[in-house]
């Protein structure tokens, strides 16, 4: 029988590293807020608005403002860690039967095909909790590391600033991303402590006492490493964006039959229309809402956004926005 399923996207951190005086998750990726990656990750997994608790802070009013969802929010009034920020939705769970997903809100790679392996994997083996693990080639992020035990199964996780000179060189680390069976585990957040370095209340020690209350957690490893990033300043976040563009202009130059001279040197962002045969010349950025016709030629030294071009038009060495 298929259980029911909420989601928890914990979005209430700061942005210290960032050196910004806006929440991290609002920051955008070719014209998308950050968050608004993982909701519409969690909307083509099939989990509907109303079944999404987005943890909030001091940022609860410049996240509801990008977020147009009917979702529900919780609010973590101190920074006391992931552990503490699950517990803030205890309104929202404390009664409620079936699997919680839970998620960082930092981490626009992330998407449906990984949380319905996850979900996937933890019903038909009927764990209790199932986490996502990533497997770097070389020299990972300071990630929490996935200790296993000589039976290769997942016995703890040790946050970076907390491991020894040999678990910090272990190249599987923790995503941040679980799902638990919610009236199993969420009674066990009080039995996490803050005796680490940071004097938090780590989400990651669940898997200890987990284990202590005889249950077996797991990891499904990624096959896409770049799942497991999330983006904490602004290198990252120039990284992601680079990167998306140019999955996103391989994809518009196979699917919409347009011609991208120079790609290194051009922008598209999200929700960009481009008709058949349209040639984008090098030093363009077209913004969001932006539809271009058939056969146009675009560029170069060309910015648009939220404009209409019509068919065979000609636009070059000009900013028009809409």
């Not at 009674?187 to 990651?204: H, M, V």
């Not at 999330?230 to 919409?256: H, V, Y």
Request: hydrophobic share 35%; glycine share 8%.
């Amino acid at each position: 029988m298929k259980r029911n399923i909420k989601a928890v996207v914990l979005a209430a951190g700061k942005s210290k590293r960032m050196k910004s005086d806006r929440s991290k998750v609002v920051h955008k990726i070719l014209g998308k807020e950050i968050i608004n990656y993982i909701l519409d990750a969690l909307s083509e997994t099939g989990i509907k608005d109303e079944d999404i608790i987005i943890i909030v802070g001091e940022n609860r009013k410049e996240v509801e403002a990008v977020v147009e969802r009917d979702v529900k929010y919780a609010v973590q009034k101190d920074q006391l860690g992931t552990a503490h920020a699950l517990i803030s939705a205890e309104d929202h769970l404390h009664d409620f039967d079936g699997d919680l997903l839970v998620t960082v809100g930092d981490n626009p790679y992330i998407t449906s095909v990984e949380f319905k392996e996850m979900i996937s994997y933890n019903s038909e083996n009927g764990l209790k909790c199932t986490l996502l693990s990533a497997l770097f080639p070389s020299d990972p992020p300071p990630y929490g590391r996935i200790i296993r035990d000589v039976d290769g199964k997942v016995g703890a996780i040790i946050e970076a600033p907390d491991a020894d000179e040999e678990q910090i060189k272990i190249r599987e680390v923790n995503a941040g991303i679980y799902v638990f069976d919610n009236m199993t585990v969420f009674p066990l957040l009080k039995d996490i402590s803050s005796n680490n370095e940071k004097k938090e209340f780590y989400l990651t020690d669940i898997v200890s006492i987990l284990k202590d209350e005889g249950y077996l957690p797991d990891a499904v490893i990624t096959r896409n490493y770049f799942a497991a990033i999330g983006i904490n300043n602004r290198t990252e976040l120039a990284e992601a964006q680079a990167k998306f563009n140019k999955d996103n202009i391989r994809d518009l130059s196979e699917r919409s039959g347009i011609t991208i001279l120079q790609p290194e040197t051009v922008t598209i962002e999200c929700g960009v229309e481009i008709g058949r045969d349209t040639i984008i010349f090098p030093s363009t950025y077209i913004g969001s809402g932006t539809k271009i016709g058939k056969d146009c030629r675009i560029g170069p030294f060309t910015y648009l956004r939220n404009i209409v071009v019509g068919d065979g038009e000609e636009i070059s060495h000009q900013k028009l926005t809409g």
